[in-house]
């Protein structure tokens, strides 16, 4: 998949594609429908599939310091969208001066000069322009003006209510992963480097791989059953395991972090790349009044996690 960041020097290859336009927080079964649709009319033309994103997040523009909101880090929405087949992603420094410019200089300027696109799709609460002042029909009656082609794909709904990043959030928060992967098409993930630790777990007979959570929506502190995926270095490949979300309030007061045990492995981790799915919620984070008490309990829920994930 090609990554295109400078809209300023767009390679002619990685003009003319059918984008879909969006943040895709997640990439959940709605942003797939909407990739979906701009992969048929993709291959109608002949053109690359496309996604056009921003990055950073608007939000972290316009909120610094807020409460941390995102579902993934830019690297593992890249790496879900290329999996989904994503020919060319389009990711669009996010700055106040892209903010400001209104709806149809951003038709014109960006999807239609900068960037050459042949068709768009985007659902149909899509806002965009200076004061998200544009709409799904404005974007339409540019794409008639300038000569690209607009399909608005309708949201989707799963069971009850609709598929929204908002809704993933509020599942993860409230400890029912399978309902956010049911949102999502896919288990919610936490990816990143692994990181040095506070090592105690060797100490306590539990080895455990470290993730970082900042600027991640929490999901509910807790212990969790999971299937993690070693993506680089001599260790490469799937393992089940169980991992603790939380600040680790046994030992002081910590930082938050995702601290996971691999089942049936040996070996170093410390700076290859980790994905940790997380597949069932076990129990909430608690502060033991000693170690023995820790590991009795870091036991009972090693056994409780590979039952449930042999039957996963």
Same mark, same amino acid.
């Given at each position: 998949?090609? /990554?295109?960041?400078?809209?300023?020097?767009?390679?002619?290859?990685?003009?003319?594609?059918?984008?879909?336009?969006?943040?895709?927080?997640?990439?959940?079964?709605?942003?797939?429908?909407? /990739?979906?649709?701009?992969?048929?009319?993709?291959?109608?033309?002949?053109?690359?599939?496309?996604?056009? #994103?921003?990055?950073?997040?608007?939000?972290?523009?316009?909120?610094?310091?807020?409460?941390?909101?995102?579902?993934?880090?830019?690297?593992?929405?890249?790496?879900?969208?290329?999996?989904?087949?994503?020919?060319?992603?389009?990711?669009l420094p996010f700055t106040r001066a892209l903010s400001d410019l209104e709806p149809e200089a951003f038709s014109r300027r960006i999807l239609h000069e900068a960037l050459g696109l042949a068709h768009v799709v985007v659902g149909t609460d899509f806002?965009?322009?200076?004061?998200?002042?544009? #709409?799904?029909?404005?974007?339409?009656?540019?794409?008639?003006?300038?000569? $690209?082609?607009v399909t608005v794909a309708p949201l989707l709904s799963v069971g009850p209510g609709r598929v929204s990043s908002t809704a993933i959030r509020e599942a993860l928060s409230e400890?029912?992963?399978?309902?956010?992967?049911?949102?999502?098409?896919?288990?919610?993930? /936490?990816?990143?480097?692994? /990181?040095?630790?506070?090592q105690r777990g060797r100490l306590l007979g539990y080895p455990t791989a470290n993730l970082s959570i900042e600027g991640l929506h929490p999901p509910k502190f807790g212990v969790y059953a999971v299937k993690a995926d070693v993506l680089s270095g001599p260790h490469k490949g799937s393992y089940d395991g169980a991992a603790s979300i939380g600040v680790r309030p046994t030992f002081g007061v910590n930082s938050a972090n995702c601290e996971t045990f691999l089942f049936d492995f040996a070996g170093d981790l410390?700076? #290859?790349?980790?994905?940790?799915?997380?597949?069932? $919620?076990?129990?909430?984070?608690?502060?033991?009044?000693?170690?023995?008490?820790?590991?009795?309990?870091?036991?009972?829920?090693?056994?409780?996690?590979?039952?449930?994930?042999?039957?996963?």
């Amino acid at each position: 998949m090609r /990554i295109v960041r400078d809209i300023a020097h767009v390679d002619p290859a990685a003009r003319g594609a059918s984008a879909a336009i969006g943040n895709f927080d997640g990439v959940h079964l709605g942003h797939r429908a909407v /990739i979906d649709t701009a992969r048929a009319a993709a291959r109608a033309a002949f053109a690359p599939l496309g996604v056009m #994103t921003f990055e950073p997040h608007p939000r972290e523009v316009f909120n610094p310091g807020g409460t941390p909101f995102r579902l993934m880090n830019a690297e593992a929405r890249a790496h879900r969208l290329e999996k989904l087949g994503v020919e060319v992603l389009y990711e669009l420094p996010f700055t106040r001066a892209l903010s400001d410019l209104e709806p149809e200089a951003f038709s014109r300027r960006i999807l239609h000069e900068a960037l050459g696109l042949a068709h768009v799709v985007v659902g149909t609460d899509f806002c965009f322009g200076k004061a998200r002042a544009g #709409t799904a029909a404005d974007l339409t009656r540019h794409g008639d003006a300038l000569g $690209f082609g607009v399909t608005v794909a309708p949201l989707l709904s799963v069971g009850p209510g609709r598929v929204s990043s908002t809704a993933i959030r509020e599942a993860l928060s409230e400890g029912r992963p399978r309902d956010a992967a049911a949102m999502l098409g896919h288990w919610h993930r /936490i990816d990143g480097p692994v /990181i040095q630790g506070d090592q105690r777990g060797r100490l306590l007979g539990y080895p455990t791989a470290n993730l970082s959570i900042e600027g991640l929506h929490p999901p509910k502190f807790g212990v969790y059953a999971v299937k993690a995926d070693v993506l680089s270095g001599p260790h490469k490949g799937s393992y089940d395991g169980a991992a603790s979300i939380g600040v680790r309030p046994t030992f002081g007061v910590n930082s938050a972090n995702c601290e996971t045990f691999l089942f049936d492995f040996a070996g170093d981790l410390y700076g #290859t790349h980790l994905s940790v799915a997380l597949v069932e $919620f076990l129990r909430p984070e608690e502060r033991f009044d000693g170690v023995e008490a820790l590991i009795a309990q870091m036991d009972a829920d090693c056994l409780r996690a590979r039952d449930i994930l042999a039957h996963a």
